[in-house]
């Protein structure tokens, strides 16, 4: 198997977005807050796409 790189990885929808180190620790708590936000049945969907 072929390592994956930047360059090919997006298009496999692993990395959508790059941002700067100082940047990133605003962005992830932006985030973790957005999806704490979400109803509960949503979140264990997304985290769990097979369970039924």
Known sequence: ???WTTTRSPW???INRA???DELDD???TLAHRIAGFPGAGQVAVARPNAR
Do not use: N
């Open 12 to 14: 496999y929808g692993w």
């Open 27 to 29: 962005f992830v708590r």
């Open 19 to 21: 941002l700067p180190a």
């Open 1 to 3: 198997m072929r390592p």
